[in-house]
């Protein structure tokens, strides 16, 4: 390494374990004595382009842990997503200041991002090594056992969940809460984690990876009514028929779409209000509520995985590692190898760039509608220690005396 200078961005949505990532990074970097600065580059990979910098290497070690114990990307982050002429910029910009390590957390398209500068890097001969740093709610990076920031975020689902079954009880009615997960739907079924007893809720819980039919999905809560006396449901907003079409976009008047073109599924509430409508107008249940969690559940302060903060300041660590004592550039990757414990692998970025990871059969119930002991298995040690649990009275009912009107 000749100029002894590195960089490292934060891309996609924040998470509650991202800057552990990044402390990761910057510290076991400042444990090489050849590394001479450690950049960090503000909203991800927007601010290389503009060349917005800021000098880590001046941050001290008390901070940069008080910044990796708060969720959020303390860089800042974007959803711009690079064509090759943009990562062209990227390279460009790395180059001119002589930055010979390029880190980079992220998700699917921060590891394509990562592919394309290390192509650009390579036809110009310039030595540059790129480390892909995984990160994402959504658990949906290819090769990978499980994602940093997903143990998080599935924690608060599950106890979310286990709270709105507690309100429900008290006050039966129909209750839909809205997870994120466009396509895989890992952190809706972690939903599945807060159930205690076995009358307890999600009763029905609906995955991208299973066709969404609104008639048998009606039937279904009809069903789960008159068994309970009440219904909580957790759906995945990337729900979608058999076309592929997403039911958001089927059952709304007006349809929001993204920066890159897709519907936008993410806090805006319509499919939770849409799905609670269609129950009302069947049913005549007058008390049917909706939730979306939107953005509560990337960066909620207070309710972080320690799994998923030891891991997430691992593949930082790790990272650093293979780029200063390996030859090639690639992607992190978390693989379990028992009960529970876990190696880090360095996987080529093709094998996970642009690629989408959905859960697996195995996990998914038969119906349909929940998940299978196999799921359960594999996300409770994820969740991490301390996680609360609700408990109920056990009723000694007293005899009834009927008295004659007086």
């Not at 402390?23 to 400042?30: C, H, T, V, Y």
């Not at 711009?80 to 943009?86: E, G, N, V």
């Not at 939107?294 to 300041?313: N, T």
């Not at 379990?336 to 093709?350: H, P």
């Amino acid at each position: 390494m000749a100029s002894g200078k590195i960089l490292v961005a934060q891309g996609g949505g924040p998470t509650a374990v991202i800057n552990q990532s990044l402390a990761g990074i910057a510290l076991e970097a400042r444990r090489f004595r050849n590394v001479e600065r450690v950049y960090g580059a503000r909203h991800g990979v927007r601010g290389i382009v503009d060349e917005d910098f800021v000098d880590l290497s001046q941050e001290t070690s008390h901070n940069l842990e008080q910044v990796a114990n708060t969720p959020s990307s303390a860089l800042g982050s974007t959803r711009d997503k690079p064509d090759l002429q943009y990562c062209h910029e990227i390279f460009q910009v790395l180059r001119a200041h002589e930055i010979e390590h390029f880190f980079y957390i992220g998700g699917n398209d921060s590891s394509d991002t990562v592919r394309i500068v290390s192509q650009e890097a390579h036809k110009a001969g310039y030595p540059l090594r790129c480390i892909h740093v995984p990160k994402t709610i959504d658990n949906d990076l290819v090769g990978s056992d499980h994602t940093p920031g997903f143990p998080s975020a599935a924690r608060f689902v599950a106890q979310a969940f286990a709270g709105a079954n507690l309100d429900n009880a008290a006050l039966p009615g129909v209750y839909v809460g809205v997870v994120m997960g466009r396509h895989a739907g890992f952190l809706t079924a972690a939903s599945a984690l807060g159930k205690k007893f076995p009358e307890d809720g999600p009763h029905l819980i609906y995955l991208p990876e299973r066709v969404f039919d609104l008639e048998q999905f009606l039937s279904d809560v009809a069903a789960t009514y008159a068994r309970f006396g009440r219904c909580v449901i957790a759906v995945s907003e990337g729900i979608h028929d058999a076309a592929g079409t997403p039911i958001a976009s089927l059952l709304a008047q007006e349809i929001e779409h993204d920066a890159h073109g897709n519907v936008q599924l993410s806090g805006n509430g319509a499919l939770a209000d849409l799905l609670c409508e269609a129950i009302k107008a069947r049913m005549k249940i007058k008390r049917v509520r909706g939730d979306t969690f939107g953005y509560l559940q990337r960066s909620f302060i207070g309710c972080v995985s320690d799994v998923d903060q030891r891991e997430a300041r691992e593949v930082g660590e790790k990272a650093v590692q293979f780029a200063m004592w390996g030859s090639r550039d690639g992607s992190v990757a978390i693989r379990r190898t028992g009960f529970y414990s876990v190696d880090y692998q360095l996987l080529a970025l093709e094998e996970v760039a642009g690629k989408t990871r959905v859960m697996e059969d195995a996990f998914i119930a038969a119906s349909g509608t929940d998940v299978t002991d196999a799921f359960r298995l594999y996300l409770r040690p994820l969740l991490g220690s301390g996680m609360p649990e609700a408990f109920r009275l056990r009723p000694s009912p007293v005899a009834r005396i009927r008295t004659a009107p007086g």
